[in-house]
C-alpha cells in the first residue's frame, strides 16, 4: 500500500483504486496513466461517475498531498496527520 492510499483512507481493491484517481485529481496531484485509467473504468463503469465527484471534492479539500514531506510528520499518528492535512475519510 502506498502513502496517497494511506492518507487518504481507500484500500487497494478495485473500487477504492478507482475512486483514488479522482480523489487525486482533485488534489491536483495526478498524471496521464492515473487519468486514463480512470477513464477507461468510467467506460465500463459508467454509473459510477456521480459517485466519483465526491471523491473529487475530497481530493480538493486536502492539502496539496503532492508537496508534503513526510518525514515533517514523523512524530504524528495517522489520525492526527489526516487531520492535519484535512484527509479526513
Sequence with gaps: MDMKHIL????????DKLKLHPFLIGNKSY???GIVYLV?????VPEMI????ID????????KLKHVELQNFA?????ELRETLNATI
Design 56 to 63: 473529487y471534492r475530497k481530493g480538493k479539500a486536502t492539502k
Design 75 to 79: 512524530k504524528y499518528n495517522l489520525k
Design 40 to 44: 477507461t473504468c468510467t467506460l465500463f
Design 31 to 33: 498524471n496521464l496513466l
Design 50 to 53: 456521480f459517485k466519483l465527484r
Design 8 to 15: 487518504s483512507g481507500y484500500e487497494m481493491k478495485i473500487e
